[in-house]
């Protein structure tokens, strides 16, 4: 055991300061160990100072020239002399048995520091024998794997945080690739188009994955640029399936936020939509898909004695018509009669069961606007939950990119009721959420905090980094993640024993999310 320092402070049982010992080369992110109580702990190196005795207040102002300084480095004698480091060791644990534990005491000044050997670190981050572990590549500065337990990553949710350029989608897409071998069902939300590219294999491994991918587009929108770069690319067709809602399944609640955002309702109009769509949905779970006119009829028809009497009534009824129209035929998502079709592609009703299956189902709604993407995903995520409340699926991983678009922190959207349902809900249903946003401060905190798993990558906005340190409970200090590089991500909560800094891995299938670079004429 080479003996590489000693503590000279310790502030809490979180940190200690230490020494290194002249000669000593260190690194931030190395791995050391001190002992407990006889236990040796082990702890990993966030910053090292570089101080110099000179830098009295006293001498500095005597700073003027070159040459004043020369002098008082004579005498005060050789360099070396001059020069000393101090490290900061955050404590990670100790093993006890297949567990990680934190001493409740501090590492006591004067005690000796050592350098961790392999065979320790790879017992203190091996994975207990009784979970599901996956991957995503190795413990920076070491050849270690970096196990996330699987189980509780999916059921119990998580979020990628990071700042746009920073590796997002490239570690969702490793995440996505490797859960994908366990055959759960994975659902993606995917606002810009970008993650139909994992239908492509880059590796062995790719192939398999992409055997399981499927893609879906969402509405009666033009996707032929979106296919031609993927073809221009790829050097072959992007193959999917194009979906719709049948607007019988919008939720009420969400129809009229909708209705009333676009166009307002008056309190008469709301009272008629109330009684009226529940008459027109009293089919149960499958309703059927009829033209938008016979829909409208069933709605006036089975609210008309909420109505109030005479003219006012009348008005009423035509004003709630009119809105009814003009939004299920104006907005894409929407299904307005049997055999409905776009581009001569047939247009599929939404299948909740069919997507509650071993496979990665990837919905690209890269061709709405805000307004439907909402709708979309807010109805989306309303029949999988009502699926998975039956018991009706397995344990299913759903990726919401650009989650502050969809779950506001300060704004409405009429998706955010239903990611909050099931960030709440879900896990006894067996669905877990992993969010995905560059904007951590706009997602809503009531979702962010049901995150039990939380990755960082690199992030610079300070008010980004002011809402980590928030909200990331074993996150001492958000400042080093303005240092981490494209491939690194810092992991933390309960999928995995102690925080982790990790070098994410190579991708299996190809990734989309590339920007594209300037080229030299």
Excluded at 11 to 28: A, C, M, N, T
């Amino acid at each position: 055991m080479e003996k590489i320092g000693v503590v000279i402070k310790s502030p809490s049982i979180h940190y200690y300061i230490f020494r290194p010992f002249r000669g000593v080369e260190l690194d931030v992110g190395a791995f050391v160990i001190a002992e407990v109580d006889g236990v040796r702990v082990i702890s990993r190196v966030t910053a090292i100072r570089h101080k110099n005795v000179a830098a009295d207040p006293r001498l500095i102002a005597q700073f003027d020239d070159e040459t004043t300084v020369r002098e008082i480095k004579e005498t005060l004698g050789i360099e070396e002399v001059l020069y000393y480091t101090e490290a900061k060791a955050v404590v990670l644990g100790a093993r006890r048995g297949r567990r990680v534990y934190k001493p409740q005491k501090p590492v006591k000044p004067l005690t000796y520091v050592y350098s961790a050997t392999a065979r320790e670190l790879e017992e203190f981050f091996a994975p207990a024998d009784d979970g599901v572990y996956i991957s995503i590549g190795r413990i920076k500065g070491t050849s270690i794997p970096a196990y996330i337990d699987a189980e509780k990553l999916v059921t119990q949710h998580c979020a990628i945080l990071a700042s746009t350029g920073a590796g997002k989608s490239w570690l969702a897409g490793v995440i996505v690739e490797r859960l994908s071998l366990l055959d759960i069902p994975i659902v993606i939300i995917d606002p810009h188009g970008e993650y139909s590219a994992m239908s492509i294999p880059a590796t062995e491994e790719g192939n398999a994955v992409a055997e399981k991918t499927r893609i879906y587009v969402v509405g009666k929108v033009d996707v032929s640029p979106v296919d031609e770069a993927f073809k221009k690319k790829y050097g072959k067709p992007r193959s999917y399936v194009r979906v719709g809602i049948n607007p019988r399944s919008i939720p009420l609640r969400t129809l009229e936020k909708i209705l009333d955002m676009l166009y307002t309702l008056s309190d008469a109009q709301k009272r008629i939509l109330e009684e009226g769509w529940q008459w027109a949905t009293s089919y149960g779970e499958r309703q059927p898909l009829t033209t938008v006119e016979e829909l409208v009829n069933e709605v006036l028809e089975g609210g008309k004695h909420a109505a109030p009497p005479g003219y006012a009534g009348e008005m009423a009824m035509r004003g709630l018509e009119g809105r009814l129209k003009s939004l299920f035929y104006t907005s894409p998502i929407f299904i307005t009669k049997y055999g409905d079709a776009f581009q001569g592609e047939p247009i599929k009703l939404l299948d909740p069961e069919a997507y509650l299956t071993p496979a990665i189902h990837i919905f690209d709604i890269s061709g709405l606007d805000g307004l439907d993407q909402q709708i979309f995903v807010a109805v989306l995520l309303d029949q999988l939950y009502r699926t998975a409340a039956r018991r009706k699926n397995l344990a299913t991983f759903i990726v919401i990119e650009e989650a502050h678009n969809f779950a506001p922190a300060s704004t409405p959207a009429v998706s955010k009721s239903y990611i909050v349902k099931i960030a709440r809900e879900g896990r006894k249903f067996g669905l877990g959420l992993c969010l995905i946003t560059q904007r951590p401060s706009r997602l809503d905190p009531d979702v962010a905090s049901q995150a039990m798993t939380q990755i960082f990558k690199r992030m610079i906005n300070p008010h980004d980094l002011k809402y980590v340190s928030t909200v990331a409970e074993h996150l001492d200090d958000p400042r080093p993640l303005r240092a981490l590089d494209e491939t690194e991500a810092v992991i933390t909560g309960i999928s995995v024993p102690v925080p982790i800094v990790a070098v994410v891995d190579t991708r299996w299938t190809r990734h989309g999310g590339t920007a594209p670079s300037l080229k030299r004429k």
